[in-house]
């Protein structure tokens, strides 16, 4: 059994798992081995579930042996967000108040995983309530690359665990960037679906309008197989849109050729190494076909800093039933959020809404004279924990490392972040690529193709 098994890709596998050159137990006992060699150092999992992962993975050899697959995930082990309901299993969502609460019923997302044959590892750490903090009581993961470095939040665990061989994909949500920042941070491919595109049925929610389920992989094929699986339409969730759910890893090898990519000349706030995985990212996806075209992005910075109330809103509505009454439970951070959401009238709700409209009307015109559109994740390519914590979080601060993703979030844009560079101190450095609504295969490809010309998505932090 090759040495590097923890890090081959999902789709090398499940191609492999196929073939039975490799069983289920074996690659989830390797797994597991890795996880309790690493895993006390790293934070990145909120609880693992040994037994339960072997004999899921016995019973998925068994399917094997019988001439039976479950699915294109069959066999592989994966990890999810502790936000995601699993039956029996403890689900927190990061918060004190949820350690001891366990589901009957699995998320939508996750008996969809199990239905595609794979392998549940366990729960991934995560921020309290997916907001931009981990609980005073967890210890936060920490960043495989470089320990001095911010891991992303708030799918901290999902980013970490998926970069260091913990787990071959994990899923992670996206609220205001939160699949974005730890997939540049760790060096992974992220995919924020268009909303609707994925149920949340089942996914405690932040801010429920906002809220987006994706994968986060190591490379664009593999979040296109976890993509087809997971999306769709869903009696729980009548926002899930009734669409049928394309072959996105059967498309992913269509290229770039012809596709317009919009190229944003007014950046602001950009450091000298997200500008590079920018600029090299056009470069490569230009000679991959694609034509690049200027565009002038819609001012961002206000739907940025307005996200903190449209968000802390939704969160007062999701915790009713235990905020104020158990805020001492809270952490100080979640807990600010929510009472500027519990502060707004309905006034300000109204102003908060047109202006969300407004933004999403206004990132759609940019996106009409285009196929894709090329955008940093965050201007700051790779900040340092000593330097988040000496900028602090203001509303200003964090709305500035908001820029360029809590909009999407709001105009419910699907987003693919890849890997594009690295900085001195050796962490990734990422971008993302924007979509029309509902063109996950056209961005998909757009990564595979980056992918196929660049081995930046091949890199493995320094173990």
């Known amino acids: ?67 039976v697959s479950r699915g ?38 996750v008996t969809r995983l199990k239905a595609a044959g794979a392998v549940i590892l366990g729960k991934l750490q995560m921020t309290e309530g997916a907001y931009g903090v981990h609980h ?45 920042f730890p997939s540049t941070m760790n060096g992974l491919t992220g995919l924020k679906p268009t909303w609707g595109r994925v149920s949340r049925a089942g996914v405690f929610p932040l801010a429920e309008s906002l809220d987006h389920v994706g994968p986060m992989c190591r490379s664009a094929l593999d979040a296109a197989l976890v993509l087809g699986v997971i999306a769709g339409a869903d009696p729980d969730d009548p926002t899930a849109v009734q669409r049928p759910v394309s072959d996105y890893a059967a498309a992913a090898g269509s290229g770039v050729k012809g596709k317009r990519l919009g190229v944003p000349t007014n950046l602001v706030g950009m450091d000298s190494d997200a500008q590079r995985a920018l600029d090299g990212a056009r470069t490569v ?60 009238s309905a006034l300000d709700l109204a102003r908060l809404q047109l202006l969300r409209a407004r933004v999403a009307g206004e990132i759609e015109r940019t996106l009409s004279g285009i196929d894709l559109l090329l955008m940093p994740v965050m201007g700051v390519a790779a900040p340092s924990l000593a330097a988040m914590k000496a900028a602090g979080r203001s509303p200003e601060t964090v ?44 961005i998909l490809a757009a990564g595979h193709a980056y992918q196929r010309a660049t081995d930046w998505h091949l890199e493995r932090p320094p173990l």
Request: glycine fraction near 10%; hydrophobic fraction near 40%.
């Open 1 to 67: 059994m090759s040495a590097e098994l923890h890090y081959e890709s999902l789709d090398g596998i499940a191609r492999r798992l196929k073939a039975r050159e490799l069983s289920a137990v074996e690659a989830t006992r390797t797994i597991l081995d890795r996880i309790d060699r690493l895993d006390g150092q790293l934070k990145s999992y909120a609880r693992v579930t040994p037994e339960r992962a072997l004999s899921n993975a016995a019973e998925r050899d068994a399917d094997s042996a019988a001439g």
């Open 72 to 109: 294109p995930l069959h066999g592989v082990p994966i990890a999810v967000k502790d936000l995601c309901n699993t039956a029996g299993i403890v689900t927190a969502a990061g918060m004190s108040i949820y350690a001891r609460h366990v589901p009957d019923k699995d998320a939508t997302v």
């Open 136 to 180: 005073p009581t967890i210890v936060p993961p920490v960043n495989p690359w470089n320990a001095a470095y911010w891991t992303g939040v708030s799918s901290s665990g999902s980013g970490v665990a998926t970069a260091a061989g913990l787990c071959f994909a994990s899923l992670g949500s996206d609220t205001g960037g939160s699949i974005r």
């Open 285 to 344: 996806l230009r000679d991959a076909g694609a034509i690049p075209v200027e565009v002038t992005l819609p001012e961002l910075d206000e739907a940025a800093l307005k996200w903190l109330s449209l968000c802390g809103v939704e969160a007062a509505l999701a915790h009713e039933a235990t905020f104020p009454s158990r805020r001492a439970e809270y952490g100080a951070e979640f807990a600010g959020l929510i009472d500027l959401g519990r502060s707004l």
């Open 399 to 442: 709305a500035a490392r908001l820029r360029y993703t809590a909009p999407l979030d709001m105009s419910g844009h699907p987003t693919l972040t890849l890997p594009g560079g690295m900085t001195g101190d050796g962490v990734p450095v990422g971008f993302q690529i924007v979509g029309h609504a509902f063109d996950e295969a056209g």
